[in-house]
């Protein structure tokens, strides 16, 4: 039964994202999004609850009792994840996401450059959706690092758990961890306000009273980032609103229309040639306009005033494909099997 320090290291060095632990199967591994055998022997039931109990430590009777456990852990000194351990058909599985000890800038993440002049805000909110693993974190942690170097402010963070670790230049860094410093992002952002901050990050807005808190953060001087596990701009408004009661619906969209800036939906593709992947963005930069769709409750109307946007520099996800594709970054199949409007998807 090979290490969990050596499992972890082997799959950093690879470039892998994340590792699964599951009975009846190898040690698996997620490298440039496809899953692939860490190790080739298949893991038993026995070997999968020892991993389990290693990894879990004392919390392991949690396990047992609810049926799944998240937390952080930090392997051969240096090499920090999150993970999640949860019991199905019987017997134990784990996850593991391999967290990035560096933080990249938007030159190197080739970030467009009104996604890195988003640091320049004063205040509002600066929203990250897609997918889990479709790069979220990392793109908001470099426009929070770009701050951090380039203006004097205080910077609060709240996550589950921390992923990047700041080094304090021009800013002054706070980063809390729910469950270990605040019991949750809500209670978090409470308190936040207290704090003198200037610049906010929620890791997720997860539930009501959380985007509350956002919200009133955002309206009230602060610069906010969060993210959203939706895949468009629309839908992350009306992800949003649909949240709260609907006799609170028409105040939400009066106080998104006034402090929303951006929402920037990113995909992750494999890259032509492999290995390696590259970020497809769909960004609303929020204009007159959409402010006034947003206000109205004209959702669906969204995406054709992105189009109309280029030059505030929005863009829809099928011109970020289109491009990539003309840039050669990824080819026209892969375009296709990620695009929105898979029919009427030029041809070139």
């Given at each position: 039964?090979?290490?969990?320090?050596?499992?972890?290291?082997?799959?950093?060095?690879?470039?892998?994202?994340?590792?699964?632990?599951?009975?009846?199967?190898?040690?698996?591994?997620?490298?440039?999004?496809?899953?692939?055998?860490?190790?080739?022997?298949?893991?038993?039931?026995?070997?999968?609850?020892?991993?389990?109990?290693?990894?879990?430590?004392?919390?392991?009777?949690?396990?047992?009792?609810?049926?799944?456990?998240?937390?952080?852990?930090?392997?051969?000194?240096?090499?920090?994840?999150?993970?999640?351990?949860?019991?199905?058909?019987?017997s134990v599985s784990a996850a593991i996401r391999i967290l990035s000890g560096k933080i990249r800038t938007p030159q190197e993440l080739k970030m467009p450059a009104v996604i890195a002049d988003l640091a320049?805000?004063?205040?509002?909110?600066?929203?990250?959706?897609?997918?889990?693993?479709?790069?979220?974190?990392?793109?908001?942690?470099?426009?929070?690092?770009?701050?951090?170097?380039?203006?004097?402010?205080?910077?609060?963070?709240?996550?589950?758990?921390?992923?990047?670790?700041?080094?304090?230049?021009?800013?002054?860094?706070?980063?809390?961890?729910?469950?270990?410093?605040?019991?949750?992002?809500?209670?978090?952002?409470?308190?936040?306000?207290?704090?003198?901050?200037?610049?906010?990050?929620?890791?997720?807005?997860?539930?009501?009273?959380?985007?509350?808190?956002?919200?009133?953060?955002?309206?009230?001087?602060?610069?906010?980032?969060?993210?959203?596990?939706?895949?468009?701009?629309?839908?992350?408004?009306?992800?949003?609103?649909?949240?709260?009661?609907?006799?609170?619906?028409?105040?939400?969209?009066?106080?998104?229309?006034?402090?929303?800036?951006?929402?920037?939906?990113?995909?992750?593709?494999?890259?032509?040639?492999?290995?390696?992947?590259?970020?497809?963005?769909?960004?609303?930069?929020?204009?007159?306009?959409?402010?006034?769709?947003?206000?109205?409750?004209?959702?669906?109307?969204?995406?054709?005033?992105?189009?109309?946007?280029?030059?505030?520099?929005?863009?829809?996800?099928?011109?970020?494909?289109?491009?990539?594709?003309?840039?050669?970054?990824?080819?026209r199949e892969t375009a296709i099997e990620y695009a929105r409007d898979r029919e009427h998807f030029p041809k070139f």
């Amino acid at each position: 039964m090979t290490s969990l320090d050596d499992l972890v290291q082997k799959a950093r060095d690879l470039g892998s994202s994340d590792i699964h632990i599951v009975c009846g199967l190898p040690v698996k591994c997620r490298l440039d999004g496809d899953l692939k055998n860490l190790e080739e022997d298949v893991l038993g039931p026995a070997e999968c609850e020892e991993y389990a109990k290693q990894l879990a430590g004392e919390d392991y009777r949690l396990i047992e009792k609810i049926g799944e456990l998240d937390k952080a852990m930090t392997f051969n000194g240096n090499i920090r994840t999150r993970l999640n351990i949860y019991r199905q058909q019987g017997s134990v599985s784990a996850a593991i996401r391999i967290l990035s000890g560096k933080i990249r800038t938007p030159q190197e993440l080739k970030m467009p450059a009104v996604i890195a002049d988003l640091a320049r805000c004063r205040s509002g909110l600066v929203l990250f959706t897609g997918e889990t693993g479709s790069g979220k974190s990392t793109s908001m942690a470099a426009l929070l690092d770009d701050i951090n170097h380039n203006r004097p402010g205080h910077i609060v963070t709240l996550e589950d758990p921390i992923e990047y670790i700041y080094k304090p230049d021009k800013c002054v860094i706070n980063q809390r961890e729910i469950g270990q410093d605040t019991r949750s992002y809500a209670d978090g952002l409470r308190a936040i306000l207290r704090e003198d901050p200037d610049i906010i990050q929620v890791g997720e807005m997860r539930d009501l009273a959380t985007i509350e808190a956002a919200l009133t953060a955002a309206e009230t001087g602060h610069l906010v980032f969060s993210t959203l596990h939706t895949n468009s701009a629309a839908d992350t408004i009306d992800r949003i609103v649909g949240s709260f009661p609907e006799g609170q619906q028409r105040q939400i969209r009066m106080q998104l229309s006034t402090t929303l800036r951006a929402v920037i939906s990113q995909q992750l593709l494999p890259k032509k040639p492999r290995p390696g992947r590259v970020a497809a963005c769909e960004i609303m930069i929020v204009n007159s306009a959409i402010s006034n769709l947003i206000r109205e409750g004209k959702t669906s109307q969204i995406d054709s005033f992105i189009g109309l946007g280029a030059k505030e520099g929005s863009i829809g996800m099928d011109t970020s494909l289109i491009n990539l594709v003309r840039a050669k970054e990824i080819t026209r199949e892969t375009a296709i099997e990620y695009a929105r409007d898979r029919e009427h998807f030029p041809k070139f």
